[in-house]
Structures are given as structure tokens and as C-alpha cells.
């Protein structure tokens, strides 16, 4: 009768044993000291058992992996937002702001002001359209940063101080320096429209005088 060999941990490690096992051939065994499996159920339940954890695991794992992807692409999103909301530019729609009638105090006849922007950090001037009917013209002014004028529509006149009546047609460009006295408006015969853009000194952008006598503006 053959004897029986017993491995370690009590396994049965004989030659017919392996065979029916459906091993071959056999090699010799390590029997250095391990956790004995006490028999084959037992390290069917363990395997099972691991294999659940391991399903539990590369579950966990993908939440994790998701939950990390979507809030990179959430913080991705308001970066580039914040972003191109600090750089965007701003449209201000035609008639978004109300005409108004220009002071009489600073304009003799009829005159409308339709504010274009205001100034800010990075543009220290404002701009608006100025529309004046035949004969109207502003007061004597200076502008402490100077003023640019382009008619836009209509014939219209400007003056320095000391110096000839200059006419206005659509198209011209006007420079003002700042400090230098001088008028505009209409012609007696037309009406005129331009694009002011002012610049804003020590919160200030135009200093009044007086008005322009009609002897003054038929000259």
C-alpha cells in the first residue's frame, strides 16, 4: 500500500493525490511556514470573499476617479468664464441711454446730448454724439485734457478764441488742446451732428464761459 504524504498545513500532497488533482507531473513543494487553508471550501469562501472586496474596491475607486474628473472639468469651466468675463468686451445697444436736451446755461438754441460711455480705469475720457439744430451752438469752453470732434452728420461751424470761423462738414476730425477757448454748433442752415470724446482731468472734462453773441457767431 502507498503511503500517503502530507504537505504542510495538512495537505495531501501525494503523487496519485496531484494526479487526480489533474497535475502531470510533480514537483517538489515549499513547505516554508504560511496560513493553512483548512480545506477547499474554506479557500473557495476566502477567494469569494476577496473577490467581493475587490469588486468593492475598484468600484470605490471609480466613483473617486469620476467624482475627481467631473470637478476638474466643473473648475476648468468657471476658470475659463471667470476668465473671459474679465477680458470680454461690453456692447452697450443703440438707445439704451436717453437723449437729453443740452443745458440752455452752457448752449444757446436747441442742442441734444446721447451719451455714448463714460470714462473708466483704463480709458480716462467719455464719449457722446452732440446734435445741433441751425444756429444752435455751445458756449465759450476749454477742455482741461483736451477734446477730439468728428462730424458725423450735417454742416457745422468751430471757432478759437482770436481766430476765424472754421466750417464743419461730415467726415471732418477736430482736435481741441487741452487749455485752448473755443465754440462749435450748426451753421445758421443746417443742422450738425458729431462724436465727442473728451478727456477727464482732476474729475473735471470741460470749463464754461460765456456764450457766443450772435455778433460772434455771423461773423
Known amino acids: 500500500m502507498q503511503t ?16 487526480c488533482m489533474g497535475f502531470s507531473s510533480v514537483t517538489p513543494l515549499d513547505c516554508r511556514p504560511r496560513k493553512a487553508l483548512p480545506c477547499r471550501r474554506g479557500a473557495l469562501q476566502l477567494l469569494k470573499g476577496e473577490h467581493v472586496n475587490l469588486a468593492a474596491i475598484v468600484k470605490l ?4 476617479i469620476g467624482f475627481l474628473v467631473a470637478s476638474a472639468v466643473a473648475w476648468f469651466h468657471a476658470a475659463d468664464a471667470a476668465a473671459q468675463t474679465e477680458v470680454s468686451q461690453v456692447v452697450t445697444r443703440a438707445g439704451s441711454t436717453p437723449s437729453a436736451k443740452a443745458p440752455a446755461e452752457f448752449f444757446t438754441g436747441t442742442a441734444r446730448l446721447d451719451r455714448l460711455f463714460a470714462p473708466n480705469d483704463s480709458a480716462a475720457y467719455s464719449g457722446a454724439y452732440v446734435t445741433f439744430e441751425p444756429g ?8 482741461p485734457a483736451g477734446q477730439h470732434l468728428i462730424v458725423t452728420s450735417g454742416v457745422g461751424y468751430t471757432q478759437v478764441w482770436g481766430g476765424p470761423i472754421v466750417e464743419l462738414r461730415a467726415g471732418d476730425h477736430v482736435w481741441c488742446p487741452p487749455g485752448v477757448k473755443h465754440w462749435h454748433g450748426a451753421s445758421p442752415t443746417s443742422s450738425m451732428t458729431h462724436i465727442a470724446l473728451t478727456g477727464i482731468r482732476d474729475g473735471k472734462n470741460t470749463e464754461w464761459m460765456e456764450p457766443v453773441t450772435d455778433g460772434q457767431y455771423v461773423k
Open 61 to 64: 475607486t471609480r466613483a473617486v
Open 136 to 143: 444752435a451752438r455751445s458756449n465759450w469752453h476749454t477742455h
Open 4 to 19: 500517503r504524504q502530507f504537505g504542510c498545513g495538512g495537505v495531501d500532497v501525494s503523487a496519485p493525490r496531484l494526479r
